[in-house]
């Protein structure tokens, strides 16, 4: 089965910003979309962004719009959320996940979504 892991998280200044890959393990990595998901103390996961299967197709929330950046590469197992600009509201951990719903700024959790990492921390404070 797919297994996810995230990586890349840490303390990071305001404005600053950060690399999270979340690395999957199986050979049917390519068949699935990734999406980023994020969940502050205290608060609701939310979705962040998410890719399609072969990267041709992006979303963003709005939040991070223009700061934040996916990608994947297919050959490596990998995807990638590129943070830039961080705020002190980014902060949070980061999980990747397997076939969200995607669609404009909405990415959501769906009952289908099995695979999920188990979450690498971003901390964005001075």
């Known amino acids: 089965q797919l297994q996810l892991e995230e990586s890349g998280g840490g303390l990071v200044q305001p404005g600053g910003s950060l690399r999270l890959s979340c690395a999957a393990s199986g050979s049917t990595f390519d068949y699935y979309a990734i999406g980023w998901f994020r ?3 205290g608060k609701e996961r939310e979705g962040v962004s998410c890719i399609s299967t072969r990267g041709g197709s992006t979303n963003y ?3 991070v719009k223009g700061r934040f950046t996916i990608s994947r590469d ?3 197992n990998m995807v990638y959320l590129q943070m830039n600009s961080l705020k002190p509201e980014d902060t949070g951990v980061y999980y990747c996940a397997a076939d969200p719903y995607c669609s404009g700024h909405v990415i959501l959790e769906t009952k289908g979504m099995n695979y999920w990492g188990k979450g690498t921390l971003v901390t964005v404070s001075s």
């Open 39 to 41: 969940q502050a103390p």
């Open 61 to 63: 929330a709005d939040s």
């Open 74 to 76: 297919n050959t490596r």
